[in-house]
């Protein structure tokens, strides 16, 4: 967890910019692959090789997605998932796999996994599929997200303040649903530019793109003589709250 520093000296905790993701692949070389594409990436990558290494990581921290082979030399990855699932661990699974069988592929996804891909694999489909993953609301979280009054409902992606309905263009959505989702808590551009725009190499123009749309959903959810809720916090990011921001 990042620690930041807010005018007058307060100390916040922020969730960190980097995104986890457990490897588990017992064949080497396609294990070593992985991790330095996805560290490249600016991925932050564990390595399991055996269903019970992968278990100890998963106890000993949490992940945002992982990347599974199914043959493993301690067992067979179906039954490391059905383990995961029945302890409640949502975390989103890409099965990486020889098996190409339909048969295997329905037994992956009945067992729980999020998606499913053949070995030999590109590494960029790889990588789009994490993205797409990364994108899907978690398996607990509501359907419909509120602040004051304002609602978003990502069944029909509408947002609404006081009951009048708000456009917005697709990112300005993701950017709204990820300061919702973070309600209370500062979101730093670093953060907005890894999860919305999936760019792990910030730069002023990025910081400035951040800042534009910013400015434009705080234009369409902040009007004239309603609460403000998108806050600015000089020097570390936003967030939305419905109280006034820290001076």
């Known amino acids: 967890m990042e620690v930041s520093q807010v005018p007058g000296g307060r100390s916040v905790a922020t969730e960190p910019a980097t995104l986890r993701v457990l490897v588990v692949e017992d064949e080497p070389k396609v294990a070593e692959a992985l991790r330095r594409g996805l560290e490249g990436e600016a991925y932050e990558v564990s390595l399991a090789h055996t269903v019970e290494a992968a278990l100890r990581h998963v ?6 997605v992982i990347l599974l082979d199914l043959m493993l ?17 949502d975390t989103p699974v890409l ?15 009945d067992s729980g996994a999020d998606d499913y891909l053949v070995k ?12 797409a993953l990364l994108r899907r609301p978690s398996l607990g979280e509501p359907m419909r997200l509120t602040a004051a009054d304002l609602e978003m409902d990502l069944a029909t992606r509408q947002v609404t303040r006081s009951s009048r309905v708000i456009d917005l263009t697709s990112r300005e959505f993701e950017l709204l ?18 999860r919305i725009w999936r760019d792990s190499a ?6 400035n793109v951040i800042d534009v749309h910013i400015a ?32």
């Open 73 to 89: 030399p301690d067992g067979d990855g179906l039954d490391l998932l059905s383990t995961l699932r029945a302890r409640h661990v």
């Open 120 to 131: 030999p694999f590109a590494f960029e489909e790889v990588l789009a599929r994490i993205r």
């Open 202 to 207: 910030r730069s002023t123009t990025l910081d």
């Open 216 to 247: 434009r959903v705080r234009r369409k959810i902040d009007v004239t003589g309603a609460t403000k809720l998108i806050h600015t916090i000089r020097g570390v990011g936003f967030t939305l709250r419905a109280e006034a921001a820290p001076c």
């Open 59 to 64: 106890d000993c921290g949490a992940f945002d």
């Open 95 to 109: 099965v990486l796999t020889a098996r190409d069988a339909l048969d295997d592929r329905v037994a992956g996804l």
């Open 177 to 194: 649903h990820y300061l919702l989702r973070h309600e209370g808590r500062i979101v730093s551009r670093s953060m907005l530019a890894q």
